[in-house]
């Protein structure tokens, strides 16, 4: 096949293409162009590459007739944020007889109520990232089920992966709470510590992503959560990372007032956005139908993160090793 992925050097492409130019695939690539992949890898050398500014050309009405003339038998759009772009390229390619894949978010739930979350529940986001995304899988499957392009949406939970930083147990990107878990400093904890996060490897979104291009009958037309096996709570997720350096967490359950008075505003913000969500979403269609299995626990896909993130500087672990993960069973660890 030949394939089109939108947003190709990211967390997701940087798994993706290596993984679809290993199958045999025919793959274009499109970014702006101001970054390269997190780990380089020969597959890149076999790849066309395509620099547009998707907003650009979304906002001058070209960017679909870019991506047409491609002639690609599958379009992975993985940078997607709005009904009207999505509309856009779904006229795009319309009749073409390409599948296209979008990448959503299991933030088009909203703040959770029964769990685990599943791709058919009714949704009721927040927000404008959460609403939108919400918004271009209803039209996306709406098109399908109307008889024309066919697609699919692939909604992933907090992308971990070497190379950037990862949401922590407060569900947040303060370097300092990876710190504090490594030197047996108290970390205060919003709320009981009973709130729930769930992570998904990069790899394992590429994966999810492979297979539904591979068996497009059975996934167009569906939503697929690409998550990990199990969800964390904060409490837990926290007791796993300090268990990396033998250690038991120590932790403050404080109120939000007193979390927000002694955190930064941007770490307080992501830990109320990710804690009030609560998400835990199913992996269990994306098995049945697609026969996907995540080989990333939440915990291994976090301390991989860290692990890099030591390595480059970026986290201080107090001078303490911290070796990355392989991925590990679904049955072992959280
Ligand atoms: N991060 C998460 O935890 C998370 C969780 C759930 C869902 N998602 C979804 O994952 C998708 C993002 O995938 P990712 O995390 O792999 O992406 P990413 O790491 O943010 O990388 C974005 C990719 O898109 C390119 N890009 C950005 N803006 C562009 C534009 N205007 N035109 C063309 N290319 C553009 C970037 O390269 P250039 O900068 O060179 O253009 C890069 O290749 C989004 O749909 C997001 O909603 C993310």
New binding site residues.
């Given amino acids: 096949m030949r394939i089109v992925v ?8 940087t798994h993706l293409v290596p993984r679809l130019v290993g199958a045999g695939h025919e793959v274009v690539a ?6 390269e992949p997190y780990q380089p890898h020969p597959a890149w050398e076999s790849v066309e590459r395509v620099v ?4 650009a050309e979304d906002a001058a009405g070209t960017f679909a007739g870019r991506v047409a003339d491609l002639r690609p038998d599958a379009v992975v759009d ?4 709005t009904e009207g772009s999505a509309r856009h390229l779904v006229e795009g390619l319309r009749g073409t007889g390409a599948h296209l894949l979008h ?5 088009s739930h909203g703040p959770s109520a029964v769990l685990p979350l599943r791709e058919d529940d009714a949704k009721h986001p927040v927000g404008e990232y959460g609403t939108g ?1 919400a918004a271009v899988e209803a039209l996306l499957l709406a098109e399908t089920r109307g008889g024309g392009l066919e697609c699919t949406v692939v909604h ?4 971990s992966g070497a190379g950037w930083p990862v949401i922590g147990p407060l569900g947040n990107l303060d370097p300092a709470v990876w710190t504090a878990l490594a030197t047996g400093a108290e970390v205060l904890v919003p709320g009981l510590g009973a709130e729930t996060l769930h992570h998904v490897h ?1 790899d394992d979104v590429a994966a999810l992503f492979a297979a539904a291009l591979g068996q497009r009958r059975a996934a167009a037309g569906e939503a697929f959560h690409a998550v990990a096996e199990r969800a964390v709570t904060v409490r837990g997720f926290a007791a796993e990372a300090a268990g990396w350096f033998g250690r038991e967490p120590r932790l403050r359950h404080v109120s939000w007032e007193e979390f927000r008075a002694a955190t930064a505003p941007e770490h307080a913000d992501a830990s109320w956005e990710h804690l009030w969500r609560s998400q835990v979403a199913s992996p269990a269609k994306a098995r049945e139908v697609l026969g996907h299995e995540p080989r990333w626990t939440t915990a291994a896909a976090a301390r991989e993160a860290v692990a890099w993130l030591a390595g480059a500087g970026q986290v201080d672990l107090g001078g303490r090793q911290l070796a990355g993960a392989q991925g590990v069973s679904r049955a072992q660890s959280c």
């Fill in positions: 939108v947003g190709a050097t990211g967390h997701i492409g499109l970014s702006r162009g101001t970054r547009a500014d998707r907003d993985l940078v997607c944020f990448c959503g978010s299991i933030w995304k992933p939970g907090h992308i990069a």
